[in-house]
């Protein structure tokens, strides 16, 4: 894909806020692609994608605001959808599609990429025959339009693989309707990404569709099977002939963190087959397909990775000296987030950081820590007893108390990796930065619970943590003031 002139063509992608999106955005940066990036809300963009990508303001229902984003645009991928809007969203996604589409043409855009889904049967759910409808209006009233439809999306962050995530680990006994033994194709995220992208060098000067899917036919309840067994969850299911898709969509509500809305679409779209009938793909597209075991162990791998790399210290709004931020979730795991400003300067602030653990304590409730320890002896546990090897000096893979050190940057980071016995796995983190008149302190607690004993677990604790955590951050910032670590202060909510 070149311009005559020699200068690469302008790329834009709306949906980049979305989950496909978001990998899309990464995987086209990468290749060196001039990239724009459509937002109702560019300052909820900004920071997330490189420094060349220019987030332009744009929403696909207000046609008047796609003339200036499309000026230039060699190529649009349109990953927008509404199912999130309520009822009516077949209307918003008709409406979209046909202001982007007409916006396309008149600002002479050669081609248009879009992600439809699959779907076979006599009667195609709400949500995909309005995926086919976007496709069609796309086909027929714009540019030449490149759609591909998938199935099942495995990788962290695909609302349909955390529905199977979170039933498989909230539920050891499930009911299983009928939609659950509906055959699937399930596609790794990496693949679909590859696809989009090497859609940008198909020389193909009409419209066309093409059917992507991963190797294997599955039905759901295959695919939870699957999951479970690499999570190491042990889960009964019973099959029934009832339970309506409405009925189904409202117990996910209750069983899951999906609104019940999105439930009972998503649900009613599970009762179509969506397997691939037209293999055309596999002979455009050099696409190594990763099989569903694989494509789920990598996207746990993917996000142990984004886990290592979150900082948890985006800005927030702090009243008073403490704020703290509890009950967010990245991925399946649970976190609870505190900062604090100190006057001291970020040596000092991190200084009690790096001397935690060991003779010096938790600075806050150590007999509770040293209780917890106590208990995990008669557990089998590595309990309390290996302390840590020197009052100061860190350093990766050092063991302090029952936690590992997993990284540190001297005056910066320091995260620690749970080795007690737990049901799911835990880190703390803690991060210094500097700010106006001293630093601000980030403490992070995150959990990711095993089945439904570790969600018991967490939030059986739950009153205990807030009052060790909040007591911590406030001995840590006591410390580094010089003052007695046993004054607490009240943290204010964000």
């Known amino acids: 894909m070149a311009r005559e002139d020699g200068r690469q063509p302008v790329v834009l992608v709306a949906g980049a806020s979305g989950y496909v999106g978001g990998h ?81 043409r008149r600002r002479g855009v050669r081609r248009v990429i879009y992600l439809g889904g699959l779907g076979g049967g006599d009667r195609l759910s709400p949500h995909l025959a309005s995926r086919r409808e976007v496709g ?76 992507i899917g991963g190797p294997r036919h599955l039905s759901y309840g295959q695919l939870m099977r699957e999951y479970a067994s690499q999570v190491g969850l042990r889960r009964l299911m019973i099959p029934v002939p009832l339970l309506s898709p409405r009925i189904s969509g409202l117990w996910l509500g209750l069983v899951t963190p999906l609104h019940a809305r999105i439930g009972r679409k998503l649900i009613d779209s599970l009762r179509n087959e969506t397997i691939v ?43 008073g000296r403490t704020a703290r931020c509890s009950g967010r979730r990245l ?37 509770l820590w040293r209780l917890r320890g106590w208990i995990d002896l008669k557990l089998g546990g590595v309990g309390m007893r290996r302390g840590r090897p020197h009052p100061v000096e860190l350093y990766r893979g050092q063991t302090l108390d029952f936690w590992c050190v997993e990284d540190f940057e001297p005056g910066r980071l320091l995260r620690l990796r749970a080795e007690m016995k ?43 943590h807030w009052i060790i955590f909040r007591g911590m951050l406030r001995g840590i910032v006591d410390h580094a003031e010089g003052r007695s670590a046993k004054r607490a202060a009240p943290a204010a909510s964000t």
């Open 24 to 104: 899309l955005v990464a995987a086209l940066e990468k290749k060196g692609v001039r990239l724009r990036c459509l937002a109702r809300a560019p300052g909820d963009l900004a920071g997330r994608f490189g420094r060349s990508t220019k987030i332009v303001h744009g929403d696909v229902l207000d046609a008047d605001s796609l003339i200036a984003a499309l000026e230039g645009v060699h190529t649009a991928y349109y990953l927008v959808h509404s199912m999130e809007s309520g009822a009516g969203f077949e209307g918003h996604d008709r409406k979209g599609a046909r202001n982007f589409t007409r916006a396309a």
């Open 136 to 211: 069609a209006i796309l086909a027929g009233e714009g540019p030449p339009t490149l759609e591909f439809r998938a199935s099942i999306i495995i990788g962290s962050g695909s609302l349909s693989f955390e529905l199977i995530r979170h039933l498989v680990n909230r539920l050891p006994v499930m009911i299983t309707p009928r939609w659950v033994r509906t055959r699937t194709q399930p596609i790794f995220i990496g693949d679909v990404v590859t696809y989009l992208v090497l859609g940008l060098d198909l020389r193909e000067h009409e419209s066309a569709v093409f059917e």
């Open 277 to 319: 009938r037209d293999n055309s793909a596999l002979e455009r597209f050099p696409v190594r397909r990763l099989g569903v075991s694989h494509a789920m162990a990598a996207a746990l791998r993917e996000e142990d990775s984004a886990v290592a790399r979150t900082r948890w210290s985006d800005p927030v709004s702090l009243n």
């Open 331 to 367: 991925g399946a795991r649970v976190v609870d987030r505190q900062q604090a400003r100190t006057a001291a300067s970020p040596s000092r602030a991190f200084a009690p950081i790096q001397r935690i653990g060991g003779e010096r304590g938790w600075y806050c409730a150590t007999w």
């Open 422 to 464: 737990l049901p799911g796995r835990a880190w703390l983190q803690f991060e210094v930065c500097a700010a106006s008149e001293g630093s601000r302190i980030t403490q992070t607690a995150i959990f990711d619970p095993r089945g439904l004993g570790g969600l018991l677990y967490w939030y059986a604790l739950y009153p205990v």
